[in-house]
């Protein structure tokens, strides 16, 4: 069994985590400045320490520092000497970096089928028939196996069926123009927040996230201070879609000694706003039981009431820094965050509440039967990993030595709707104007000889690995491709493209 993972101390105890319960996951909240990144970084760490991968989206850019060892801090040497924390020695744990913009980390990538019309009605933020339009969109694809795997797939596609309106009609309805251009519009303006580096291929293998390097467990880290700042809806979204991924993608394993995935929502409160009520129907379905597949979720926010009744209900392990209550509306905030605790009689909780001082806060785990203890006000063990940014030269280091370095760093770019459907228009345009052919007429021999060769290059030049910085065998093209394709494709022989859970669940199976 796995060691319990100090979190806090109390006046007369020490209050820990168990990893067993670790997939049943928990909630970090605070008003700002309260703490509430330390503690994350200290329940982050522990896992990893505990062989757990962890994924967290960095928000602020404060957290790269994991990376690096700890403890010379003073304020951090003062706090482990408070705690009596005798062995406190500072560790980095091991780190990989991602970014959706492809700038600060490794690339991630999904494609515009996995993602699903349902997540990308949310981003857009379209109405019930523009939503409806691009349903038929997929639709279409699907049945006429044209594969979308970026945004030029999409637009093509948009286009195809907006041409196309009247024959498409009668199998679907009618298709406005209207909603054709706002889609064409929305689209456009999702690419100038940098959404388009995202859709594409190679698409993120979620196995990349779940690794282990010297016992510890990786802890995979999302740049996302840019992402943020240009499109807070694109960050949301994507984290809706990895849940799904991890969802649908993960085998039952029950209740694991230990989880397999800890991932961290921080911002949380951007995950349900707006949200749609069938959207937040399956997330809730999803919380609820993606702990049987090894994976805890946490959720990092300023208030408990940015999250769902339903889905707060989920959350047994809580640490809940400060709370301000300057004005009505954030007292009626205290005393509904105050009801949400396992009531300790010795405490008042609404008040202890806004005395809370930095580092501080109220604190319920759930002990080994699942039950949740009685809330304790307590202070918060400190990290053992360096607090705060790292610099430049540190994350280029980190990302040049990673054992992925390289392998999502080049876009690839096969056929699909979009190349498909431009060989249709060719092939109109050349039958209507080209004259007919001579008969007997024949392709020269040296030009048919160096062609052949040319392609026959080609291909073999993509089966080759490539190798990394570290001297580490990855994929080819070829092979990224393959994995990529039978991830995308369903069982009718890659007739029908795949969708993300949140759409599959939504809209029909998946796997149809």
Not at 327 to 347: C, E, I, S, Y
Not at 448 to 472: A, H, L, V
Not at 477 to 499: E, F, L, W
Request: hydrophobic content about 40%.
């Amino acid at each position: 069994m796995s060691e319990p993972i100090l979190v806090a101390k109390a006046a007369n105890q020490s209050i820990c985590l168990l990893p067993k319960m670790g997939n049943r996951h928990g909630l970090i909240a605070g008003a700002t400045g309260t703490g509430k990144t330390v503690t994350l970084q200290t329940i982050a760490e522990a896992f990893s320490a505990r062989g757990v991968s962890v994924f967290m989206a960095d928000v602020k850019g404060d957290l790269a520092g994991m990376s690096q060892p700890g403890g010379t801090n003073p304020k951090i040497a003062d706090r482990a000497k408070e705690l009596g924390l005798s062995d406190f020695k500072g560790e980095a744990s091991p780190v990989v970096f991602w970014d959706i913009l492809g700038e600060n980390g490794h690339p991630v990538r999904a494609t515009v089928s996995e993602m699903g019309p349902l997540l990308l009605s949310r981003l857009l933020d379209l109405n019930d028939t523009q939503a409806g339009v691009l349903n038929m969109v997929f639709k279409i694809a699907d049945e006429s196996g044209l594969l979308l795997l970026d945004l030029k797939d999409l637009r093509a596609m948009l286009q195809y069926v907006a041409d196309n309106a009247d024959q498409f009609k009668v199998q679907y309805g009618n298709v406005s123009a209207a909603s054709v251009g706002t889609i064409q519009r929305n689209l456009l303006q999702l690419e100038t927040q940098g959404a388009d580096k995202f859709f594409g291929e190679p698409a993120l293998n979620l196995d990349d996230l779940i690794q282990a390097q010297n016992g510890k467990g990786v802890v995979n880290i999302l740049a996302a201070e840019k992402l943020m700042q240009q499109s807070p809806d694109v960050y949301a979204t994507f984290l809706l879609w990895l849940l799904s991924e991890l969802f649908e993608r993960l085998p039952e394993i029950g209740d694991p000694e230990k989880p397999k995935l800890v991932f961290f929502f921080d911002e949380a409160h951007l995950l349900f706003a707006d949200i749609e009520p069938s959207v937040q129907q399956k997330v809730e379905q999803m919380v609820r039981l993606i702990r049987s597949k090894g994976v805890g979720v946490y959720f990092v926010s300023q208030s408990p009431l940015d999250i769902p009744d339903v889905v707060l209900g989920q959350l047994g392990n809580r640490v809940q820094h400060a709370l301000r209550a300057f004005t009505p509306r954030d007292q009626k905030v205290v005393q509904a965050a105050a009801q949400t605790f396992r009531q300790n009689p010795k405490l008042k909780v609404d008040k202890v509440l806004t005395e809370l001082a930095v580092g501080e806060a109220l604190v319920s785990m759930l002990d080994e039967n699942g039950t949740p203890a009685i809330v304790q006000r307590a202070k918060i063990v400190p990290p053992r990993s360096q607090l705060g940014a790292i610099s430049a030269e540190q994350r280029q280091k980190i990302i040049a030595s990673s054992v992925l370095a390289g392998h999502y760093e080049k876009a690839v770019d096969r056929e699909s709707a979009y190349e498909k459907l431009q060989a249709r228009t060719g092939q109109k345009m050349e039958g209507a104007a080209a004259p007919a052919a001579q008969p007997g007429a024949s392709v020269p021999e040296p030009a048919k000889e160096g062609f052949f060769k040319d392609i026959i290059g080609q291909i073999g030049s993509i089966f080759q690995p490539t190798i990394g910085p570290r001297g580490g065998v990855h994929d080819s093209v070829a092979t990224s491709m393959t994995k990529s394709a039978m991830r995308a494709a369903s069982s009718q022989v890659g007739r029908q493209i795949a969708r993300g859970l949140l759409g599959g669940i939504l809209g029909g199976s998946r796997r149809r």
